[in-house]
T-cell receptor, first 111, second 111 residues
Framework: QKEVEQNSGPLSVPEGAIASLNCTYSDRGSQSFFWYRQYSGKSPELIMFIYSNGDKEDGRFTAQLNKASQYVSLLIRDSQPSDSATYLCAVNMKGYSTLTFGKGTMLLVSP | DAMVIQNPRYQVTQFGKPVTLSCSQTLNHNVMYWYQQKSSQAPKLLFHYYDKDFNNEADTPDNFQSRRPNTSFCFLDIRSPGLGDAAMYLC??????????FGPGTRLTVL
């Protein structure tokens, strides 16, 4: 059973704070990990991907991967109200060409 | 700009009346996907084409069919839409098992 778990939220943070979004996955052989942002009524937009253990930074976003713990996270620094959206974690599991999505975490950034 | 295009953006149909949704891409990606997404749920993969090879998810209803006449285009046919088929339909593309890029989606309403 392929599973990707996320806390549905909402996660509420004040403007300027660090938002931390978490995701766990069931398949130890998973190889690729993606974070998508989805605004209400819109399609998912890719914001980060990570393949190796450790941190990957892109602007205000940092993805963190710990394969031993089967855990991937997304940190958003200096959160802005425009970051308010649902963040979807997606995992490419070994032997599959497709992605398994979590249900997403809703982030609310208050001014 | 290279992109994924979906038409129409909004589709209203009657119960049982066939409908076709279209997707085109200028990314020259070899894999195309169709997802169904209902409110507050994860995108659910219906099927995908890896090059010319069609891959149907085990739980995709027979009511849903797909065609990929060439690399750039993919169609989703819903033969007899039911009320439960009302959803956002998302097309995505990727190069092999890499990151997926989504089109804007088609919002389907069934009356």
């Amino acid at each position: 059973q392929k599973e990707v778990e996320q806390n549905s939220g909402p996660l509420s943070v004040p403007e300027g704070a660090i938002a931390s979004l978490n995701c766990t996955y069931s398949d130890r052989g998973s190889q690729s990990f993606f974070w998508y942002r989805q605004y209400s009524g819109k399609s998912p937009e890719l914001i980060m991907f990570i393949y190796s253990n450790g941190d990957k930074e892109d602007g205000r976003f940092t993805a963190q991967l710990n394969k031993a713990s089967q855990y991937v996270s997304l940190l958003i620094r200096d959160s802005q109200p425009s970051d308010s959206a649902t963040y979807l974690c997606a995992v490419n599991m070994k032997g599959y060409s497709t992605l398994t999505f979590g249900k997403g975490t809703m982030l609310l950034v208050s001014p | 700009d290279a992109m994924v295009i979906q038409n129409p953006r909004y589709q209203v149909t009657q119960f049982g009346k066939p409908v076709t949704l279209s997707c085109s891409q200028t990314l020259n990606h070899n894999v195309m996907y169709w997802y169904q997404q209902k409110s507050s749920q994860a995108p659910k993969l219906l099927f995908h084409y890896y090059d010319k090879d069609f891959n149907n998810e085990a739980d995709t209803p027979d009511n849903f069919q797909s065609r990929r006449p060439n690399t750039s285009f993919c169609f989703l046919d819903i033969r007899s839409p039911g009320l439960g088929d009302a959803a956002m339909y998302l097309c995505a593309t990727s190069r092999d098992s890499g990151e997926q890029f989504f089109g804007p989606g088609t919002r389907l309403t069934v009356l």
